[in-house]
């Protein structure tokens, strides 16, 4: 010893040297499972929830032209929409009347593949008939 005397430690003072003492115990255990050691101690293993976001949506649209068929219009969306006769006549009637209206709502993909099978489709059949997509 060096001539200093050594004085006894405070509670606090032993509850800290604890607490490293078992932190550097846990730090050495972190060190020996990355390099694939295998140590005395327990391994808590938590499952965690991945969180995911909902798509962004995306409204169809047909937009009104003075040269295209109404029932090209119904049989376009009996075809590609899904829908029944007497919704498709409703949906023509309402892009008839007010210029614009909404086939459906999908995901980006499914909303862009929409519209170009759509205008594919017209310019086919040579109906100059607009369909478009928007964020909702």
């Known amino acids: 010893m060096t001539g200093i005397a050594k004085f006894s430690q405070s509670g606090a003072a032993k509850a800290a040297d604890l607490t490293s003492r078992g932190t550097a115990v846990r730090m050495a255990d972190d060190d020996r499972k990355r390099r694939g050691e295998q140590g ?21 649209l047909i937009l009104n ?14 075809r590609f929409f899904g829908k029944d006769h007497e919704a498709a006549t409703r949906i ?9 209206g ?5 995901t980006y993909e499914v909303a862009e593949t929409k519209v ?10 040579q109906h100059p008939l607009q369909c478009v997509m928007e964020k909702k």
């Open 92 to 100: 023509m009637l309402h892009v008839h009347h007010h210029g614009i």
């Open 116 to 125: 170009t099978q759509v205008m594919d489709f017209a310019r086919k059949h």
């Open 40 to 60: 005395p101690g327990t391994a808590v293993i938590t499952k965690t929830k991945p969180q995911t976001k909902r798509p962004n949506m995306y409204r169809v």
């Open 65 to 78: 032209d003075d040269y295209t068929p109404m029932e090209f219009v119904v049989h376009i969306l009996e």
């Open 102 to 106: 909404e086939c459906g709502v999908y």
